[in-house]
Nanobody
Framework: QVELVESGGGLVQPGGSLRLSCAAS????????MAWYRQAPGKQRELAAR???????NYADSVKGRFTISRDNTKNTVYLQMNSLKPEDTAVYYC?????????WGQGTQVTVSS
């Protein structure tokens, strides 16, 4: 069982930056692939960024070049640095941990990009 707790969301103006954090419980965090998903009002949840257990990353085309996912296995934490934010980035952002047949989700953190 893995518990995920997100933090760092909030209100930011277009062009601004935020850094999301996701702290995970458990002793085998390094073995999990970690990801950030997001869900905008009235839309399906979509993948924003993923980082494998070995540190390989991939991004949705809509965030490529603006978002950076990283992980610190010594702190059991994954981060999402979001720069040049746009109003269309407004969503609830969810942390996900995946290992073989198991998927765990955080409770989500709201990101609102508005002037």
């Amino acid at each position: 069982q893995v518990e995920l707790v997100e933090s760092g969301g909030g209100l930011v103006q277009p062009g601004g930056s935020l850094r999301l954090s996701c702290a995970a419980s458990g002793s085998i965090f390094s073995r999990y692939a970690m990801a950030w998903y997001r869900q905008a009002p009235g839309k399906q949840r979509e993948l924003a960024a993923r980082i494998s257990s070995l540190g390989f990353t991939n991004y949705a085309d809509s965030v490529k070049g603006r978002f950076t996912i990283s992980r610190d296995n010594t702190k059991n934490t994954v981060y999402l640095q979001m720069n040049s934010l746009k109003p269309e980035d407004t969503a609830v952002y969810y942390c996900n941990a995946h290992l073989q047949f198991y998927d765990y989700w955080g409770q989500g953190t709201q990101v609102t990009v508005s002037s």
